[in-house]
């Protein structure tokens, strides 16, 4: 019998943000987050259980991992064969689709799909809230990888009740990100560290945490209600009191550039003359620009001075997870 099958899954950028966690091992969350899964970015994962022990293999764009990734993997799988009760060797070809150089390869759409071809491919029949519990245990952002368009990781008090589900929004036909591409390389602080040290060292953290929870109930209520305006004002808050907690850590840290302020200055500005654009930024330098499709134009050509035509990727809210058996 073949115990393979493939999944695709779609990237996620958070409206109200993901910011530390109280189970490093779980990745059970301090907060809430809210999502938007875009159709940009994705990852193909195609996983082979072969009935021996041994090491498993993965492939990245045909590329093997690093020792200390393929090892991140591999815990992850073992509780996938935990969940079925096997102890087989798993051959793990992934495929990053973001454009090369974007800085966005992501871990939410790489463990959302790595879920659920491992899953299938041990014929687990996983329900999505299984999925984004699994998915979880990858990386916290995943858990809202399952879903498409808009997604709501409510922290919950343990394993079982800390998952995502989706959110219906007027807002879905309307809404675009344009994503602004500051550099593209290695970030110095990943944000699993970031997060870390955030909790255990910034004077700041607290306030973030009781903030973020509150936001998030209004953030729903602005995105289920279609309130673009609120919306992308509480997702810029988000970003901002966000890297404000990392400012006050020891020792400090910031992933903005001079380019990030930059283009953070060009949306306030265009804002103030009428348009309808927001700002979010997440562990990295690249912005992301929260805005409506008949904004795009004007956007692009407001920022056509100061930006490559190539650093500006155009997203809209994608779709779920899909699985198959191959
Ligand atoms: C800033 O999900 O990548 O993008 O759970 O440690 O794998 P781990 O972290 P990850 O963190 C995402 C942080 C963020 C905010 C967000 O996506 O909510």
Redesign the pocket.
């Given at each position: 019998m073949a115990h393979h099958a493939r999944a695709k899954a779609h990237t996620?950028?958070?409206l109200?943000?993901?910011?530390g966690?109280r189970d490093?091992e779980l990745?059970l969350?301090m907060n809430g987050?809210l999502?938007l899964t875009l159709d940009a970015f994705h990852t193909t994962t195609e996983v082979r259980f072969i009935e021996e022990r041994g090491s498993d293999t993965v492939l990245l764009n045909e590329q093997p991992l690093d020792d200390s990734a393929t090892a991140k993997v591999s815990r992850f799988l073992d509780r996938v064969r935990a969940l079925k009760g096997v102890d087989w060797r798993a051959e793990v070809h992934s495929h990053n689709q973001v454009p090369t150089g974007a800085g966005l390869a992501?871990?939410?759409s790489a463990?959302a799909a790595l879920a659920g071809a491992a899953s299938r491919a041990l014929g687990l029949e996983l329900d999505e809230r299984a999925l984004s519990i699994l998915a979880?245990k990858?990386?916290?952002?995943?858990?809202?990888s399952i879903f498409g368009g808009f997604a709501l990781?409510q922290a919950g008090e343990d394993d079982l009740s800390s998952y995502a589900y989706p959110l219906q929004s007027p807002l879905y036909d309307d809404i675009a990100m344009l994503v602004v591409v500051i550099n593209a390389a290695h970030k110095p602080v990943?944000?699993?560290e970031?997060?870390r040290r955030t909790v255990d060292t910034s004077p700041y953290y607290s306030a973030w945490v009781k903030d973020a929870e509150q936001r998030l109930g209004e953030m729903k209520h602005a995105v289920t209600h279609g309130d673009f305006t609120r919306m992308g004002e509480l997702a810029e808050m988000s970003a901002m009191r966000?890297h404000a907690s990392m400012l006050a850590a020891e020792p400090p840290f910031c992933y903005w550039e001079s380019g990030s302020l930059q283009v953070m200055q060009i949306v306030r500005e265009l804002r103030a003359q009428g348009c309808q654009c927001y700002f979010t930024?997440?562990?990295g330098p690249n912005v992301k620009i929260i805005t409506r499709n008949s904004e795009l134009a004007v956007l692009k050509r407001a920022l056509a001075a100061t930006v490559d035509e190539q650093a500006l990727l155009t997203a809209r809210p994608g779709p779920g997870l899909l699985v198959e058996n191959c």
């Open positions: 996620n950028i958070a109200s943000k993901y910011w966690k490093n990745i969350p987050s999502s992501s871990s939410s463990f979880r990858g990386s916290g952002s995943a858990s809202r990781w990943t944000s699993r970031g997060m966000m930024m997440d562990a």
